[in-house]
């Protein structure tokens, strides 16, 4: 189960942990670097949510009751090169008429594409925040922006899960899903959902001779992370980290085959969800040699989805052992596999 648990982390403490960087645009004002802050996790958080919702059912048969499952998942979201960056217009960071201060790219351009926790940028792009001081006159600080995730090979958002299903009798299945708790010095992540399956034509008078099974299916999963900057953080204070907050609701028609070994699914989805990330602590931010500002849990943003998806797969049985694969289509395209063993 650990091994789940850090094939899920992998991206998720990797983009959390970026927020390190994050905490140095404070010098350019807290309404700017939430500003960025907003831009350049959207599309992370954005990921996250597609992924973690991946592989909830595999038939669209229920199980009998006393009927049961216990599956091993493995998600990936696949990363779009729109995802990977966004257009930062420089005029948008110099709008707060008691901002005493100005913002700028160190090559002056009006606006860039930059990278988003998603991303890099190559070669680093630099900004310029130009203040006066009263005793040493105009000063400057220079900030790099930070890169995300993105490499070559980085191009996917992975989670995975241990999940467990059991049927209730009447075409009712009950379903759960859980990342065992991971809690490191630094990171701290658990994740957990439920779903219920209803099997429609289980209860049509036909059902035993029907080639087909149509089914429905509510969802809801909850995941909680929270990454301690105190340690990383370039900013003096005490008490830094991000804490994250996401849940999400899936609603999905089924309709897969009814064969012994190999069957074929698929359907169509409506997902519903909201990341809420905190920029927690305090943050002491120099102005110069003698000059400094204390600043209290920054800032909060967040982001949602809803979004219709489409899902194709196929499921392999032998004996107590079962295979799945599919792939969802929507704004993060996902494919997944699933190690399943059960007994109906």
Excluded at 40 to 68: C, D, E, H, Q
Excluded at 265 to 289: F, R
Excluded at 310 to 320: E, V
């Amino acid at each position: 189960m650990k091994k789940v648990s850090l094939f899920m982390m992998l991206c998720i403490a990797t983009i959390s942990s970026n927020a390190q960087d994050i905490d140095a645009l404070l010098a350019a004002g807290v309404k700017n670097a939430e500003r960025f802050a907003d831009d350049y996790f959207k599309p992370a958080s954005n990921g996250i949510m597609y992924s973690m919702n991946a592989n909830w059912f595999n038939t669209a048969v229920a199980k009998p009751l006393g009927g049961f499952e216990i599956s091993v998942l493995a998600n990936a979201a696949t990363i779009k090169d729109e995802h990977k960056s966004f257009s930062m217009n420089i005029a948008d960071y110099n709008t707060d008429p008691d901002q005493d201060f100005t913002v700028e790219f160190a090559d002056l351009a009006n606006s860039k594409l930059v990278a988003t926790a998603l991303g890099e940028n190559e070669p680093d792009i630099e900004l310029v925040v130009r203040y006066d001081d009263l005793i040493f006159g105009e000063q400057e600080e220079r900030i790099t922006l930070p890169n995300g995730i993105g490499s070559a090979s980085a191009n996917m958002i992975p989670t995975a899960f241990i999940q467990g299903a059991l049927g209730l009798g009447s075409g009712v299945e009950l379903k759960g899903r859980f990342v065992p708790k991971v809690d490191t010095e630094d990171f701290a992540l658990s994740l957990y959902g439920a779903g219920l399956q209803i099997e429609f034509t289980k209860w049509l008078p036909a059902d035993k001779i029907l080639p087909v099974a149509v089914s429905g299916l509510v969802a809801y999963t909850h995941l909680n992370g929270e990454y301690d900057l105190t340690e990383s953080s370039g900013i003096s204070g005490d008490n830094q980290k991000l804490e994250n907050n996401t849940n999400t609701w899936l609603f999905q028609l089924i309709a897969s085959t009814k064969l012994p070994v190999i069957n074929f699914y698929g359907g169509i989805g409506y997902i519903k969800g909201k990341s809420e990330s905190d920029l927690l602590g305090t943050y002491i931010v120099s102005s110069g040699p003698l000059f400094s500002e204390r600043i209290e849990d920054p800032f909060s943003i967040s982001s949602e989805v809803t979004a219709v998806r489409g899902t194709i797969g196929t499921k392999l049985k032998l004996g107590f052992f079962r295979f799945n694969a599919e792939y969802h289509l929507s704004e993060f395209d996902t494919f997944s596999v699933g190690l399943n063993f059960g007994f109906r």
